[in-house]
């Protein structure tokens, strides 16, 4: 996968995808495998802001039951199954517990029957290829067998819990990532780092956009027959700047923080419902995620420029205090917090009340009933749903094309997905690469694809260079094969080196020293880099 101006350049394209989140990488695979010539930019990286800073998870959405929002929801189980049978290697079953507290006959009889409906929606859980992935149904667990499965459950009030299960991602920015590289080997033409100040428009109709390199600062025409906006929270502010008018279709954005801790589980996730957090959300996860636990999210509206979104030292106070009223036992500390991150939600105005009641329904809007033609944006939705609404656009550009493929992206697996089963994946890399402690990592990082990050590696460059299990072969790797530009993309989203917290300053100066004779950057780039590393670490007061 290489980055290449020169083609966006010179080259006319079916599609252009302004955006590299989750919406835009899938769309770009799905049109790619389609046989459209397509071309995505992004003004960052891959994957670096909302599908960056979410839970981790895949998930059917049981909350939305309560909404209504069966249609939802019976997406939501069906992409679950895709996601696990399209990767494998990144999606792993994922177990939860749903305790209550005090709450009484009647409040278990009404989750019992929605758990019944959540596996009744699921009915195809069963055609996973990998018995290891079948979901099982729901059941309740007495007390003692609640606090048997997780002792952090424990408390005077605990009446039992319900299992239920779900999914989760071993990282989110290599799912996005390796849509890429399908799409790039299906002829698409990427960049990131390549931010978009405009559209071309000539009577009515778009034809391209300009973008601004920001490695060199060149100026990149890109011409298209369509152009899809998948730009997030970015969506209808953008359309404002480059149309001078309101946007017809507003975004609510929400605020939502993660915090990282030390493991506090055992092996389950567990829904704790809170009303209170920031008095707009209604529950949590606390989440075993890569040996630490994930905790999030809370749920408040956001209305400032989204390129200013931070965590500040009074959200992570809060959000512990909310913790801690809901799960006593956890007794966290504010020292406990190894690492805090924040997400916007982009969500289509739906003139609910706050922000934790709306729909988190994805929607795509054609803008030549607005009187801009060829243009389209992707608005809301969530990482479960994406494959979907990434179906639903690519179906809209080639039918505007007069063109009749057919989507292929739910059978057709990620590259490092190409695997039977995981398990068997696993021990045949050991006997084929014996003596590498972190294989089972790279395993999930890679799969099938894992050979080639080997290929010619020595053992030293094999060793786990802090907790997240990374490897030095995977920095040069990253640079040449996965287009990583910055000191940033390597270690937040190529590898997952900075998401345990801010890495050792010696392994930072490593890093940035390796990437640099690669770059030829100059030891004050490479300061630069180690630079704004450490920003990401910064909490506000």
Known sequence: MKRDLSRLSNEQFDLLIIGGGATGCFTARDAALRGLKVALIEKSDFAAATSAHNSKLVHGGLRYLQNGEFGLVRESLRERRILQAIAPHLVRPLSFLLPLYGKGIGERLKLATGLTLYDLLAFDRG????????????????????????????????????????????????????????AAAHGAALANHLGCGKLILREGKVIGAEATDSVSGALVKIRARAVLLAIG???????????????????????????????MTQSHALTLQAADIKKGGGHFFVMPWRGHTLI?????????????????????????????????????????VLF????????????????????????????????????????????????????????????????????????????????????SLVKGFEKTYPGISSLRHLAHMYGARLPLLLKGAKLTDLVPLNVSGDVRAQILFSVREEMALTLEDVVMRRTSIGQFGKPAPDLLTDLAAMMGAELGWSPARQQSEIEAVSRLYEIGP
């Open 127 to 182: 055609r996973l290829e990998d018995p290891a992935l079948r979901p099982p149904a729901h059941r309740w667990l007495r007390r003692e067998q609640a606090v048997m499965a997780e002792p952090v459950l424990a408390g005077d009030d605990l009446e039992g819990a319900f299992a239920y299960p779900d999914a989760q991602m071993f990282m989110p920015e290599r799912i996005a990532l390796e849509n890429l590289i399908d």
């Open 233 to 263: 929270p970015w969506s209808d502010l953008f359309l404002e700047h480059v149309t001078g008018r309101p946007a017809a279709h507003k975004l609510v954005r929400s605020k939502g923080i993660h915090i990282l801790v030390p493991n």
């Open 296 to 336: 999030g999210t809370t749920d408040t509206e956001f209305k400032g420029d989204p390129e200013t979104l931070a965590v500040c030292e009074a959200d992570v106070e809060s959000f512990l205090s909310t913790i801690n009223r809901y799960l006593p036992s956890a007794k966290l500390r504010r020292e406990d």
């Open 340 to 423: 805090a991150y924040a997400g916007l939600r982009p969500m289509v105005a739906d003139g609910a009340k706050g922000t934790y009641g709306v729909s988190r329904r994805a929607e795509l809007v054609n803008h030549a009933d607005e009187g801009i033609d060829g243009l389209f944006s992707a608005l809301g939705g969530k990482w479960t749903t994406s494959r979907a609404l990434a179906q639903t656009v690519t179906d809209a550009v080639t039918a505007k094309l007069g063109l009749k493929e057919r989507c292929t992206t739910a059978t057709t697996p990620l590259p490092g997905g190409r695997i039977d089963r995981f398990e």
